[in-house]
RNA sequence: CGGGGCGUGGCGCAGUUUGGCUAGCGCGCCUGCCUUGGGAGCAGGAGGCCGGAGGUUCAAAUCCUCUCGCCCCGACCA
């Protein structure tokens, strides 16, 4: 490709709406430009490194039995109802109608579809294991895009849906894949760390999201410096730790202190002067219909999915104000366990608490000396509680680190959740009927690739590995209006193309800074700069983009010097 | 959805508080000259119904109303 034919608008300028790295080189680079809120039109240099990444990712689905196939984007509502999610799924999804009135959906996710289709096809055991996968793009109506292709309204997606006989089956499929993705994100050149992880709205109960770890990621993982255990926050367990006292605490006496205006616990800790470890924050939830109170430690914060799996409910919000004050007969901000009739959950820290400050449950007051069994009743106690840095590690005695991730890949086992409901059945080899056992398997492609440029960059902008770079090579004569360098730089671009070497030639009227700067921005892993002092000693200068080592080559060698560094992975 | 901010040429911004006559600046773009190892220089030039609609006024980028779009923070932690 000639620099000068090619599509790429560099930008001087960082746009101004840009936040991160990633985004704002993406944009300068001219690998994409936005089209509207969290969607972006992909230009040739981004194109080709997308189609990189997906490359490697059929290479490795095929390697594990994988078979491409493409669903439609535009998916009819009777599926997703019979799933239960056209109901579920709420506004982020982007719904439209046919000009019958029929209503479609663009496919947010594609477990539905893909059970549909196999569940018309798929009648025995003998024609499982399957796993099917797409390249798709996928639709979801995000309440806040962001980070450019971090969180986007359309992105690419790789899906692959495993189908098998039972559980063992599903296991296999399940660590095929996860070991896959292992291989998958070293190719593209980042680190991956699989965490435990939620599976939120998709369902199933194993899962492991791929995280790569960078400040600008918006998942927070908590991972155990001594052991293996590594778990997104909204996954992390927190320890029970048995109380032990060496002899009664003094239980002070309960008392009622004024506390005007005072409804967080940052406010109450500063008015009481009191720490926020002994204060007990309770918080009023409406669970299927039905109000209850989660109690957790001050300085602690609620894991909501922890209490939703605790009440096994299907809703749960938390209780707007006038719930509230029905409950408790007080405004936001004061309630507290004493005397409240409605039933109590508490995290485990809060067993160990004496003489904790709670809400009066009466406007501007609280209680000192709140204590358990003496004061107030508590249901269960559970894990409600966001564990966080510092914790316990759940499965060692170290202690829990946090970092920053940006999910890439998650992988799920289903289990019969879909084929149950949308009846996709088989029959054993006892002619016995049974619902196929699910997985399913994601990788952001778009995501990928601004983790790579978020883990690869530098001030002049993005270092990108060989394996997903959009081109290897850049040659740029230095001027090109000396025929020498003119021609050398032409010879030197086919005989590049003729050994197979992706390469781009800055045949621009440009002076050498300008082609310098946009060979450091795009980030081609290798540049050829043909100058004319060096040419006349017959030799090219090879740059590595990534060290910023430079060394003289004689021209003749130039091509087998490349071929070595590209194979060699040097400039990874 | 709540809070904050922003919409002025392709990009980055000034001008808006205190309405005023040809709407500026830097970068980029076009032409010519010149220059060629890290975003050169000189000269000339193109390009903007100031997001949109309505209103106030002799006069609106500027004031008022409505609307659309975008960005950031938060989204229930009492």
Same mark, same amino acid.
């Given at each position: 490709?000639?620099?000068?034919?090619?599509?790429?608008?560099?930008?001087?300028?960082?746009?101004?709406?840009?936040?991160?790295?990633?985004?704002?080189?993406?944009?300068?680079?001219?690998?994409?430009?936005?089209?509207?809120?969290?969607?972006? &039109?992909?230009?040739?240099?981004?194109?080709? &490194?997308?189609?990189?990444?997906?490359?490697?990712?059929?290479?490795?689905?095929?390697?594990?039995?994988?078979?491409?196939?493409?669903?439609?984007?535009?998916?009819?509502?009777?599926?997703?109802?019979?799933?239960?999610?056209?109901?579920?799924?709420?506004?982020?999804?982007?719904?439209?109608?046919?000009?019958?009135?029929?209503?479609?959906?663009?496919?947010?996710?594609?477990?539905?579809?893909?059970?549909?289709?196999?569940?018309?096809?798929?009648?025995?055991?003998?024609?499982?294991?399957?796993?099917?996968?797409?390249?798709?793009? /996928?639709?979801?109506?995000?309440?806040?895009?962001?980070?450019?292709?971090?969180?986007?309204?359309?992105?690419?997606?790789?899906?692959?849906?495993?189908?098998?006989?039972?559980? $063992?089956?599903?296991?296999?499929?399940?660590?095929?894949?996860?070991?896959?993705?292992?291989?998958?994100?070293?190719?593209?050149?980042?680190?991956?760390?699989?965490?435990?992880?939620?599976?939120?709205?998709?369902?199933?109960?194993?899962?492991?999201?791929?995280?790569?770890?960078?400040?600008?990621?918006?998942?927070?993982?908590?991972?155990?410096?001594?052991?293996?255990?590594?778990?997104?926050? $909204?996954?992390?367990?927190?320890?029970?730790?048995?109380?032990?006292?060496?002899?009664?605490?003094?239980?002070?006496?309960?008392?009622?202190?004024?506390?005007?205006?005072?409804?967080?616990?940052?406010?109450?800790?500063?008015?009481?002067?009191?720490?926020?470890?002994?204060?007990?924050?309770?918080?009023?939830?409406?669970?299927?219909?039905?109000?209850?109170?989660?109690?957790?430690?001050?300085?602690?914060?609620?894991?909501?999915?922890?209490?939703?799996?605790?009440?096994?409910?299907?809703?749960?919000?938390?209780?707007?104000?006038?719930?509230?004050?029905?409950?408790?007969?007080?405004?936001?901000?004061?309630?507290?366990? +004493?005397?409240?009739?409605?039933?109590?959950?508490?995290?485990?820290?809060?067993?160990?608490?004496?003489?904790? +400050?709670?809400?009066?449950?009466?406007?501007?007051?609280?209680?000192?000396?709140?204590?358990?069994?003496?004061?107030?009743?508590?249901?269960?106690?559970?894990?409600?509680?966001?564990?966080?840095?510092?914790?316990?590690?759940?499965?060692?005695?170290?202690?829990?680190?946090?970092?920053?991730?940006?999910?890439?890949?998650?992988?799920? /086992?289903?289990?019969?959740?879909?084929?149950?409901?949308?009846?996709?059945?088989?029959?054993?080899?006892?002619?016995?009927?049974?619902?196929?056992?699910?997985?399913?398997?994601?990788?952001?492609?778009?995501?990928?690739?601004?983790?790579?440029? $978020?883990?690869?960059?530098?001030?002049?902008?993005?270092?990108?590995?060989?394996?997903?770079?959009?081109?290897?090579?850049?040659?740029?004569?230095?001027?090109?209006?000396?025929?020498?360098?003119?021609?050398?730089?032409?010879?030197?671009?086919?005989?590049?193309?003729?050994?197979?070497?992706?390469?781009?030639?800055?045949?621009?009227?440009?002076?050498?800074?300008?082609?310098?700067?946009?060979?450091?921005?795009?980030?081609?892993?290798?540049?050829?700069?043909?100058?004319?002092?060096?040419?006349?000693?017959?030799?090219?200068?090879?740059?590595?983009?990534?060290?910023?080592?430079?060394?003289?080559?004689?021209?003749?060698?130039?091509?087998?010097?490349?071929?070595?560094?590209?194979?060699?992975?040097?400039?990874?």
């Amino acid at each position: 490709m000639y620099m000068s034919q090619l599509y790429s608008p560099t930008l001087r300028e960082t746009p101004a709406d840009a936040e991160i790295a990633s985004h704002q080189l993406m944009l300068r680079a001219g690998l994409m430009r936005r089209s509207a809120a969290g969607m972006y &039109a992909f230009l040739p240099l981004g194109l080709r &490194a997308i189609r990189k990444v997906e490359q490697i990712i059929r290479e490795e689905m095929n390697a594990i039995g994988g078979q491409e196939v493409l669903l439609p984007i535009v998916q009819p509502a009777e599926l997703w109802e019979e799933s239960g999610r056209w109901g579920d799924y709420g506004d982020e999804m982007f719904r439209l109608k046919d000009r019958q009135g029929r209503q479609f959906c663009l496919g947010p996710t594609h477990e539905e579809i893909i059970t549909a289709l196999v569940r018309s096809e798929v009648r025995s055991y003998r024609q499982m294991p399957l796993r099917l996968y797409q390249i798709q793009n /996928k639709y979801r109506d995000e309440i806040r895009p962001r980070f450019g292709l971090m969180r986007g309204r359309e992105f690419i997606m790789k899906d692959m849906y495993s189908f098998d006989r039972d559980e $063992e089956a599903l296991d296999a499929s399940y660590w095929a894949a996860y070991h896959a993705y292992a291989r998958i994100f070293a190719r593209c050149g980042v680190e991956a760390h699989p965490v435990e992880a939620d599976s939120g709205a998709i369902g199933g109960d194993v899962t492991h999201e791929f995280m790569v770890l960078a400040d600008s990621g918006e998942d927070l993982v908590l991972f155990c410096p001594k052991c293996e255990y590594a778990a997104n926050v $909204e996954r992390a367990e927190s320890v029970r730790t048995p109380v032990q006292r060496e002899e009664k605490p003094e239980l002070g006496e309960l008392a009622k202190a004024a506390t005007p205006g005072a409804r967080t616990i940052e406010q109450i800790s500063e008015f009481l002067q009191v720490k926020p470890e002994d204060c007990i924050k309770t918080l009023l939830y409406v669970a299927d219909g039905k109000v209850i109170a989660a109690l957790v430690r001050g300085d602690h914060n609620i894991n909501e999915i922890k209490l939703r799996k605790l009440l096994g409910c299907e809703t749960l919000e938390l209780a707007d104000d006038e719930t509230i004050f029905k409950a408790t007969g007080a405004p936001v901000g004061f309630a507290g366990p +004493v005397g409240l009739k409605i039933p109590l959950y508490a995290d485990y820290a809060v067993e160990h608490m004496v003489n904790a +400050v709670v809400g009066a449950n009466e406007l501007d007051h609280h209680m000192l000396n709140a204590n358990l069994e003496r004061d107030f009743q508590v249901e269960v106690f559970a894990d409600l509680r966001e564990a966080q840095p510092g914790d316990p590690c759940p499965r060692c005695e170290g202690r829990l680190e946090g970092a920053r991730g940006i999910e890439v890949g998650q992988v799920f /086992k289903l289990g019969t959740k879909y084929s149950r409901a949308m009846g996709a059945t088989f029959l054993d080899e006892n002619g016995k009927e049974a619902p196929m056992v699910m997985g399913c398997y994601g990788i952001g492609v778009g995501r990928t690739v601004a983790a790579v440029i $978020e883990k690869n960059h530098d001030d002049d902008g993005i270092i990108w590995p060989v394996s997903i770079a959009p081109y290897h090579v850049i040659v740029v004569p230095v001027s090109m209006k000396d025929e020498a360098q003119a021609e050398a730089g032409q010879k030197l671009y086919e005989e590049l193309q003729a050994a197979g070497v992706e390469v781009v030639l800055d045949d621009r009227n440009e002076r050498p800074g300008v082609k310098f700067k946009d060979a450091d921005l795009i980030g081609f892993p290798i540049r050829v700069t043909i100058g004319s002092k060096s040419l006349e000693q017959g030799a090219m200068e090879i740059t590595i983009r990534r060290t910023g080592e430079k060394m003289l080559v004689p021209a003749a060698d130039v091509v087998s010097t490349i071929e070595n560094l590209l194979k060699d992975g040097e400039t990874r």
